[in-house]
Each structure stands twice: as C-alpha cells, then as structure tokens.
C-alpha cells in the first residue's frame, strides 16, 4: 500500500523520543500550575499566568494524546500501541486531577473581584470567554459537601446505561433467520438494518419479529432501567436549580428551551409532507401493505458501484469547489499531505472519525472499500476537518472547541453538496431516483425520526417531574401513538414497533438526539444557500466556522442566517424535502 494513503504520525512528532520528552515537559508544567492552587484569584497575575500556563499544557496535550490514540487506532492488537494509549490516558486522568482546582476556585471568588480583573488587566482578553462561561456555572453550583455527595454518586447515576448496555449488547440472543440466499444466520443488533434493507420482504420480516420478539420479553426490566436514569435525571436537575430537566439539558448543550420547542412545531406543522413521502413508498414498492419493516428499502437500487479512492477524490472536490478557492486548497491539502488513513488494515479501529489537533492539522480515520457511501464519508469526515481546521487557525485552543449543536453542521452541509452534485450530474434516470430517494431518506430519518424521538422523551421527562406513575405499558401506548402521528394512514403501524424506544441507547443521554435534527436543519438552510450562489454567503459561512465556541451556539448560527428558535426556519428543510420529492416524482 503507498504511503500517501497513511497517516504520517511525524507531523505530530519526529519520533519516540521526541513524544516523551513532550510527556515530560507536560508533567513539569502541572507541577508548576500547582502553586497557583488556592491563590488563584487573589490577584490579577495570578489568574492571567495560571491560564496562560493551562494554555500551554493544553496545545502540549492535544498532540501527546492524539499520538497515543492514533498509534493504537492504527494497530489496536499491537503490544506496543496499547501501552502507548494507555501511557497517555494516564497523563489524561493526571491532567485532569491536577487543574480541577480552576472551576471551583472562579465559581467561589467574588464575583465583582473576578470582573473587576477582566475590566482592567487587558492580558485576561484571550480568556475572558471561557470565564465568564465559569461564572454563568456558579447559579448551579451547590456547595462543596452537595457536589462531593453527587460527584460520589456518578457511577450510580451511570448505572442504568451501564446495565441497559450490558443486557442488550452482552446478554440478548435475537435468533436466526433464513436469508435472500436461504442460508441460516444469525441476527445481531449490528445486522439488523442490513436485514431490513433487504429486497426480500420475508427478510425483513424475520428480522423485525425477532428483534422485537426480544425487546418484548424485557419490557418490563428496560422500562425501570429508563424510568430510573429519568428519575436521576429530574432529582439532579431541581437540585442544581433548573426550572426542568429540559432547561438543564438545553443549558448544557448551549442551546435554549426555545430552540427545542420551535423544532417540535416546525416538524408537527410539516408532517403531512413526510406522509407524503412514506405514501410514495407504498407506490414505489409496489406491495399490497406497507409496514414498519418497509420504510428502510430503497426501491430503485440494484447494485453496489465500485468507486476508487482516486474517483472519489475527484467527487468530493468537484461538489465542494462552491466552496470556493481557499476551502478548496484546504481539501487538496489533506488529500497530498496524508491527513487521510484511507484503507482497512488488520487489527485498525472501524468506523471513521475526524480529529483536529491545534497547531498541527485534523487527521481523518476511515476504512474506504469502495461503495458510494465511502464518498460521502470522505465528504463528512472531511467536513468536520476544516470546520477545525479553520476554528484552531482563528482562535486560541480554549475558544478552538465548537460545541455539539454546532459540531454536525459542516459536516452535513459537505455531504448535501456532494448529494445534490452526484444527483446533477447522474445521466441514468434510475441510478438519479435512487440517488434522490436515499438523500429523502437522509431526511425522513434525521429530521423527522430524531424528533419523535424528542417529543417522546419531552413527554415522558415531563409526566415524571409532574409526579405521574408510569408503567411499560404507558411508554409502549405513548411511542405508537406517535408513531400513528409521525406515519400515515398508508403505512401499517405495526403492534411491534410500540417497543422500539426500548432498543434507543441515546435515551439515556437525556434530551440528545433532538440535535440530530437541528444539525441537518441548519445544514439544508446553509446548502440551499450555498446552491443558490447568494452573494457573499460562502464567506459567511467560513466566518463562522472560525469562530470555535466564542459565541453561543444559536448566536453562531444566526451569523448564516439560520435562526434555530424560529418555527419559521424550519420550513427551509420541509420545502427542500418537498422539492425531492417532486423532483423524484418527475423521475417515475
């Protein structure tokens, strides 16, 4: 394999002995931000050298771990890797132990001393953000004796994921069933959307019965393990002084009530185009009855591209170059200077991910086999590159870090132009259908599938906080309720589907996968835009992928235009989802 399709770890350092070192300067440094330990805030020097020296012991850390991870993301049996990784996890864990005085110490100094410092040292700019963000904390804070009962509490909070987890994952045996080639197999959790993607209906069948079948005999056992992290999670949100558990989620996300109730209405005021589009399936599929096992087949594919790396390439930076000259210089730069481990190797983590290192370059994992969705993987990951790529360029590494509500949307913004270019440029009408039913089903399944299930977690936090008992049988009648809303009258909504909330993991990261949603919402408003050539809107764009975290996350937003508390900015995504689907009607 040519080197050009590795990582080259030397851009982060030369050698071994070059990355120790590193590790030894690091540990001098956290002995040296001890002495600002209890004195932190006496004085304006104090907190301006602590932070510059955390500054420091930051940039430093960012590249020793990423070597650590990316040597044991490359060779995840080697003996060596493994030391490695664990060698600088420890250093995380010291890390972390060693500056955990910071917090505490800002949130219980005098709040008119700590701004009084900001007002008049000039030298506290850089960090003024990330302050004031410790202050905003002190209103949740509890005392001393509460944290510490909390914090000695955490494994316990953790333990119905930790439990949910092990049942599912460990202990569940789902069964067998005869495939398209009428071979006998076992389905896993990991399979089972492989199986209802199938052309075969029996398949699919199969595949949903017994993994319901499953979910069904535990109903009772999951529905107490999510009762009781929703529980943990309502008690924990009074205590800290949350109005609900919503408003902490939300807080936390550096997001806003708002935004959250604004996405329920646009997505309730549009769901008679998602009818719409479930109704053509039926048509599509050409079938007496469609049910829940259905909706996942893509009526129009046949078979499976084979596309090299170099063809891709060439996809990814053809659909990009709107993005114009300097975004596209960028890409050539991670295609010839190996920010790309592109190839399966043995023992080499799966999946793919995209990982900035500040003053160095993001570094892109991924596992390319040649199929199409390879290339929109490239577009993502690639996506999430320059996002950070131009956030460490524009700030220093504490306001580098963009937040989770904004962390999706460059990403998908890549993978719509690369979906409406391969859609363009497609001569083949059925090979076109296809390419537009899979960017449909993008959206049916992120935007509106993400959304039920946030106004199933809405409810059921909701009666909790309002003392309500609830039994499995009330979760069961409230998710196929939905279903029957979210779905349409052309769909059978089978008795079984009541039990998929029970499968979610995300359900117990309370309040999670609503951002799913807002992500591509922002994405299709800021792609249309894009597509539309609207002057001086790419330059927007950039500006507000440099700015990392120094402006609340709606406020970054609205630099594009894209006001996520407004019910009428949704209405971008459901007129772009109506556009397809007229569009793919004119194709059958």
Same mark, same amino acid.
């Given at each position: 394999?040519?080197?050009?399709?590795?990582?080259?770890?030397?851009?982060? #350092?030369?050698?071994?002995?070059?990355?120790?070192?590193?590790?030894?300067?690091?540990?001098?440094?956290?002995?040296?931000?001890?002495?600002?330990?209890?004195?932190?805030?006496?004085?304006?020097?104090?907190?301006?050298?602590?932070?510059?020296?955390?500054?420091?012991?930051?940039?430093?850390?960012?590249?020793?771990?990423?070597?650590?991870?990316?040597?044991?993301?490359?060779?995840?049996?080697?003996?060596?890797?493994?030391?490695?990784?664990?060698?600088?996890?420890?250093?995380?864990?010291?890390?972390?132990?060693?500056?955990?005085?910071?917090?505490?110490?800002?949130?219980?100094?005098?709040?008119?001393?700590?701004?009084? #410092?900001?007002?008049?040292?000039?030298?506290?700019?850089?960090?003024?953000?990330?302050?004031?963000?410790?202050?905003?904390?002190?209103?949740?804070?509890?005392?001393?004796?509460?944290?510490?009962?909390?914090?000695?509490?955490?494994?316990?909070?953790?333990?119905?994921?930790?439990?949910?987890?092990?049942?599912?994952?460990?202990?569940?045996?789902?069964?067998?069933?005869?495939?398209?080639?009428?071979?006998?197999?076992?389905?896993?959790?990991?399979?089972?959307?492989?199986?209802?993607?199938?052309?075969?209906?029996?398949?699919?069948?199969?595949?949903?019965?017994?993994?319901?079948?499953?979910?069904?005999?535990?109903?009772?056992?999951?529905?107490?393990?999510?009762?009781?992290?929703?529980?943990?999670?309502?008690?924990?949100?009074?205590?800290?002084?949350?109005?609900?558990?919503?408003?902490?989620?939300?807080?936390?996300?550096?997001?806003?009530?708002?935004?959250?109730?604004?996405?329920?209405?646009?997505?309730?005021?549009?769901?008679?185009?998602?009818?719409?589009?479930?109704?053509?399936?039926?048509?599509?599929?050409?079938?007496?009855?469609?049910?829940?096992?259905?909706?996942?087949?893509?009526?129009?594919?046949?078979?499976?591209?084979?596309?090299?790396?170099?063809?891709?390439?060439?996809?990814?930076?053809?659909?990009?170059?709107?993005?114009?000259?300097?975004?596209?210089?960028?890409?050539?730069?991670?295609?010839?200077?190996?920010?790309?481990?592109?190839?399966?190797?043995?023992?080499?983590?799966?999946?793919?991910?995209?990982?900035?290192?500040?003053?160095?370059?993001?570094?892109?994992?991924?596992?390319?086999?040649?199929?199409?969705?390879?290339?929109?993987?490239?577009?993502?990951?690639?996506?999430?590159?320059?996002?950070?790529?131009?956030?460490?360029?524009?700030?220093?590494?504490?306001?580098?870090?963009?937040?989770?509500?904004?962390?999706?949307?460059?990403?998908?913004?890549?993978?719509?132009?690369?979906?409406?270019?391969?859609?363009?440029?497609?001569?083949?009408?059925?090979?076109?259908?296809?390419?537009?039913?899979?960017?449909?089903?993008?959206?049916?399944?992120?935007?509106?599938?993400?959304?039920?299930?946030?106004?199933?977690?809405?409810?059921?936090?909701?009666?909790?906080?309002?003392?309500?008992?609830?039994?499995?049988?009330?979760?069961?009648?409230?998710?196929?309720?939905?279903?029957?809303?979210?779905?349409?009258?052309?769909?059978?909504?089978?008795?079984?589907?009541?039990?998929?909330?029970?499968?979610?993991?995300?359900?117990?990261?309370?309040?999670?996968?609503?951002?799913?949603?807002?992500?591509?919402?922002?994405?299709?408003?800021?792609?249309?835009?894009?597509?539309?050539?609207?002057?001086?809107?790419?330059?927007?764009?950039?500006?507000?992928?440099?700015?990392?975290?120094?402006?609340?996350?709606?406020?970054?937003?609205?630099?594009?235009?894209?006001?996520?508390?407004?019910?009428?900015?949704?209405?971008?995504?459901?007129? #772009?989802?109506?556009?397809?689907?007229?569009?793919?009607?004119?194709?059958?």
């Amino acid at each position: 394999m040519q080197e050009k399709y590795n990582w080259d770890l030397t851009d982060l #350092f030369k050698n071994k002995e070059e990355f120790q070192k590193a590790i030894e300067n690091m540990k001098q440094d956290l002995k040296e931000i001890q002495k600002y330990k209890g004195i932190l805030c006496d004085n304006s020097d104090n907190l301006y050298e602590c932070y510059n020296l955390y500054e420091k012991i930051l940039m430093d850390f960012d590249k020793i771990y990423s070597y650590g991870m990316f040597s044991y993301h490359l060779d995840m049996a080697n003996q060596e890797g493994i030391k490695l990784f664990k060698e600088v996890e420890s250093l995380s864990s010291e890390f972390s132990t060693l500056t955990s005085y910071i917090t505490p110490e800002i949130i219980s100094a005098d709040e008119n001393v700590i701004r009084k #410092f900001l007002k008049e040292d000039s030298r506290l700019k850089k960090y003024e953000r990330d302050i004031n963000d410790e202050l905003e904390k002190k209103k949740h804070i509890l005392s001393k004796e509460a944290e510490n009962i909390l914090a000695s509490y955490s494994e316990v909070f953790s333990a119905p994921e930790n439990i949910f987890d092990i049942l599912t994952n460990a202990e569940f045996k789902f069964g067998t069933l005869i495939d398209e080639n009428g071979k006998e197999v076992q389905l896993t959790d990991a399979t089972y959307t492989k199986y209802l993607k199938s052309s075969d209906i029996k398949v699919r069948k199969q595949a949903f019965d017994l993994m319901y079948k499953k979910y069904s005999e535990y109903i009772i056992t999951i529905t107490e393990m999510y009762l009781s992290n929703v529980k943990q999670t309502v008690v924990t949100s009074k205590l800290r002084k949350y109005k609900s558990s919503l408003e902490r989620a939300t807080t936390n996300d550096d997001s806003t009530i708002k935004v959250y109730e604004a996405l329920m209405q646009g997505v309730n005021d549009s769901l008679n185009i998602n009818h719409e589009f479930v109704s053509m399936k039926k048509r599509l599929l050409n079938i007496d009855e469609v049910h829940m096992y259905d909706l996942y087949v893509n009526p129009f594919e046949e078979t499976q591209d084979e596309i090299s790396f170099e063809e891709a390439k060439i996809q990814v930076k053809e659909a990009l170059s709107i993005l114009g000259e300097e975004y596209n210089n960028l890409l050539n730069e991670a295609f010839e200077n190996r920010w790309i481990d592109v190839y399966e190797k043995p023992n080499k983590r799966g999946g793919a991910y995209s990982s900035g290192v500040y003053g160095v370059h993001p570094f892109v994992l991924m596992s390319f086999t040649g199929n199409k969705r390879d290339v929109s993987t490239i577009a993502h990951e690639l996506g999430h590159s320059i996002h950070s790529y131009y956030s460490n360029k524009n700030q220093n590494i504490i306001d580098s870090n963009y937040t989770i509500m904004v962390a999706e949307v460059a990403s998908t913004v890549n993978e719509l132009l690369l979906s409406e270019y391969q859609i363009k440029n497609e001569k083949d009408s059925k090979k076109k259908a296809e390419l537009i039913y899979e960017l449909l089903e993008m959206i049916r399944a992120t935007f509106y599938r993400q959304s039920m299930f946030a106004e199933f977690e809405k409810e059921i936090h909701e009666k909790i906080e309002n003392n309500q008992m609830l039994s499995a049988e009330d979760l069961n009648e409230i998710y196929y309720k939905l279903n029957q809303k979210y779905f349409c009258k052309d769909i059978v909504i089978d008795e079984q589907i009541k039990y998929e909330w029970a499968r979610i993991p995300h359900f117990y990261s309370d309040f999670y996968v609503y951002k799913y949603a807002t992500g591509i919402a922002s994405a299709i408003c800021i792609a249309t835009k894009i597509l539309n050539n609207e002057s001086g809107y790419t330059k927007k764009y950039i500006d507000m992928l440099s700015q990392g975290c120094t402006k609340k996350s709606v406020d970054l937003l609205k630099m594009v235009d894209v006001d996520l508390e407004n019910p009428n900015t949704y209405k971008v995504i459901t007129d #772009f989802y109506k556009s397809k689907i007229e569009e793919l009607k004119g194709l059958i």
